[in-house]
T-cell receptor
Framework: GAVVSQHPSWVICKSGTSVKIECRSLDFQATTMFWYRQFPKQSLMLMATSNEGSKATYEQGVEKDKFLINHASLTLSTLTVTSAHPEDSSFYIC?????????????FGPGTRLTVT | AQSVTQLDSQVPVFEEAPVELRCNYSSSVSVYLFWYVQYPNQGLQLLLKYLSGSTLVKGINGFEAEFNKSQTSFHLRKPSVHISDTAEYFCAVRGANNLFFGTGTRLTVIP
């Protein structure tokens, strides 16, 4: 199988504080992971592509200094929301790419609900 | 460039009735298509995928989809829905490096 976990599943924080979300591929190695953001009743918007051992690639309009991504190992990527504000409240979903032969699949984590008060 | 259009934002259907969720795509590269389901406050679960071969793809939970190149469509179907099928469904196309998602279709099964 291919399982991706996220921690925490939900978090409430005060405005101005920072929050770290972890994404782990439990039974495979992932050189590439993705971070998505989903607003209520909307689709997933890709925020950034995380590559192990190198800097993340951010999508247009995503503040790299606000959403810090670290992909320090082949099974772990972290997203840190710095100086969080209420408008950062959202559902954050990570995805890990599993490469098999000449093809690949993306597996999704269960998501993290962030509420900033 | 890749893009996906899901024509229906909401689809209500009675229990045990058939359903079709529509998806049209645009892709400038090889076409790899996916349908995902999302239950409330959960991540995405892969229902089925088309990579190559037979244009009729069968997935989990009794769902199937047909790849139609001439109509650039990949509609999702189920002959008889259950209450437990109530969820959000996303169609996606693979780009060079990641997936592009449609805006989703909310399927509501009415008892």
């Amino acid at each position: 199988g291919a399982v991706v976990s996220q921690h925490p599943s939900w978090v409430i924080c005060k405005s101005g504080t920072s929050v770290k979300i972890e994404c782990r591929s439990l039974d495979f190695q992932a050189t590439t992971m993705f971070w998505y953001r989903q607003f209520p009743k909307q689709s997933l918007m890709l925020m950034a592509t995380s590559n192990e051992g190198s800097k993340a690639t951010y999508e247009q309009g995503v503040e790299k200094d606000k959403f810090l991504i670290n992909h320090a190992s082949l099974t772990l990527s972290t997203l840190t929301v710095t100086s969080a504000h209420p408008e950062d409240s959202s559902f954050y979903i990570c995805s890990a790419r599993k490469v098999t032969g000449g093809s690949y699949e993306q597996y999704f984590g269960p998501g993290t609900r962030l509420t900033v008060t | 460039a890749q893009s996906v259009t899901q024509l229906d934002s909401q689809v209500p259907v009675f229990e045990e009735a058939p359903v079709e969720l529509r998806c049209n795509y645009s892709s400038s590269v090889s076409v790899y298509l996916f349908w995902y389901v999302q239950y409330p406050n959960q991540g995405l679960q892969l229902l089925l995928k088309y990579l190559s071969g037979s244009t009729l793809v069968k997935g989990i939970n009794g769902f199937e989809a047909e790849f139609n190149k001439s109509q650039t469509s990949f509609h999702l179907r189920k002959p008889s829905v259950h209450i437990s099928d109530t969820a959000e469904y996303f169609c996606a196309v693979r780009g060079a490096n990641n997936l592009f998602f449609g805006t989703g279709t909310r399927l509501t099964v009415i008892p």
